[in-house]
């Protein structure tokens, strides 16, 4: 058994929690919110991460609230002119996409977890090499000390820094906007029980959107081209009237989703180039931390979450001694797929035509393949 500080409660802190206590390690998270707030909308997780966290035994919680979209679907701009379909809950894959609030799924991984396991109001300042260890600095002055330390603190990571020197992500020129509405707002408007994506004139504009709380509910994200990004802060109120303008050509079914939005929040969009090296010692870093990537596939909380299962398989059988060749065998397995997701993340063009899917939804991190 291995005693494990994992900075970040984020999807792929959590999720690396209770796969590595289910592997028969000791865990501690540090998270440097006070609590989770009902912030950050949606997640829509496909059959790779639905995969996963059933292997975790949380399913069953996640299935009470999440929606099930029928579909994947592609459509041009204008015309309306669907481009591809793809079915997402028949027995393609061993399991269903789930579309899900963001605080649904982070609620379904706490309460998975032991008590005491999740420390909240605990900001890492940094990460130090220990003789067969790791130590984690507090802001504050606190230290501890672990057999391994896990850096899943996001695309911002204090711990990727401390390891490998500060390396800011470079904004894309993108903006993302978020809004969630009532179904009964859109009584009219056909294929809501489906995820669609309205792919734009250019790559600036695309509008996604889906069914989230059972369906109850609509959720609708859309980017907008913006010269650069100063503003303080992750989500922001955004101008609705902005966005509606900017989408003004767009298809009338669009229009139609875009009036039934009052509310918008909008962030910025950031990538980094995927990395050669992920640990180093008994420190190492899943997630964001280590391969953040614009959202246009949908698989930045699903890569951390198969990280996090694929880490404590690696991890299974470790000692104090043998960490750093398990993170060898955990980094071999995942950082070309990353990678891959990364790069496809950025070319935006997943699924606008009919496209095998299976290389990234049937995958299955319970079955990764782990050598040397
Ligand atoms: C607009 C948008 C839409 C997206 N849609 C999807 C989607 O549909 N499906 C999908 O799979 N992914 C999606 N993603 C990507 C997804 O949100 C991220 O890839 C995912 O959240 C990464 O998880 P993580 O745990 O690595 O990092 P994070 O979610 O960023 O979590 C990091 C955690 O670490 C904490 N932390 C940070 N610094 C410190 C510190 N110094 N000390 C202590 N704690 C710290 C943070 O508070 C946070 O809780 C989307 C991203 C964006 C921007």
């Known amino acids: 058994m291995l005693t494990i500080g994992i900075c970040g409660g984020g999807v792929g802190g959590l999720t690396a929690a ?3 206590i289910k592997s028969g390690h000791k865990v501690e998270i540090f998270e440097r919110s006070k609590h989770f ?37 592609s459509r041009t701009w204008d015309t309306g002119e669907e481009t591809s379909r793809l079915e997402m809950q028949g027995d393609r894959y061993d399991a269903p996409q789930l579309t899900i609030h963001r605080a649904d799924l982070v609620s379904a991984l706490c309460g998975a977890l032991p008590d005491g396991a999740l ?8 990460v130090e090499h220990l003789e067969d260890g790791a130590r984690i600095l507090f802001e504050g002055c606190r230290s501890k000390d672990f057999d391994l330390v896990i850096g899943a603190d996001g ?9 490998f020197g500060k390396d800011d992500p470079k904004f894309t020129g993108l903006v993302s906007y978020r809004a969630v509405f009532a179904r009964e707002k859109a009584k009219d408007i056909p294929n809501l029980d489906s995820f669609t994506k309205w792919w734009g004139p250019n ?7 889906f069914p989230l709380l ?12 913006q010269e650069n990004w100063s503003e303080e802060g992750w989500t922001l109120p955004g101008d609705i009237e ?4 900017t989408y003004a050509d767009f298809h009338p079914e669009v229009l139609e989703l875009l009036n039934c939005c009052t509310e918008v929040t909008c962030s910025a969009l950031h990538v980094r180039e995927p990395m050669e090296a992920w640990s180093k010692g008994n420190i190492t870093i899943l997630g964001d931390a280590a391969h953040p990537m ?4 949908a698989q930045g909380a699903t890569m951390a979450i198969e990280d996090g299962v694929v880490l404590s398989l690696a991890l299974a059988n470790a000692t104090t001694k043998t960490v750093p060749a398990a993170l060898d065998v955990y980094e071999g397995a995942r950082r070309d797929r990353t990678a891959r997701v990364q790069r496809g993340s950025l070319a935006n063009n997943w699924l606008k035509r009919p496209e095998n899917a299976d290389w990234v939804y049937a995958y299955k991190a319970w079955d990764a393949l782990l050598s040397v």
């Open 203 to 209: 790559s600036d504009l695309q509008l996604v959107v």
């Open 18 to 20: 209770l796969a590595l």
């Open 119 to 126: 420390h909240f109001g605990a900001s890492i300042a940094g």
């Open 37 to 73: 707030g009902r912030i950050g909308a949606d997640i829509n997780l496909t059959p790779n991460a639905v995969h996963a966290l059933d292997g975790l035994g949380i399913g069953n919680t996640l299935r009470q609230t999440a929606a099930k979209p029928e579909y994947r679907i």
């Open 214 to 225: 059972r369906g109850d509910e609509v959720f609708v994200f859309a980017t907008t081209p």
């Open 294 to 297: 614009v959202p246009f596939m």
């Open 242 to 245: 902005k966005l509606r303008d």
């Open 155 to 163: 695309i911002h990571s204090v711990v990727r820094n401390t390891l």
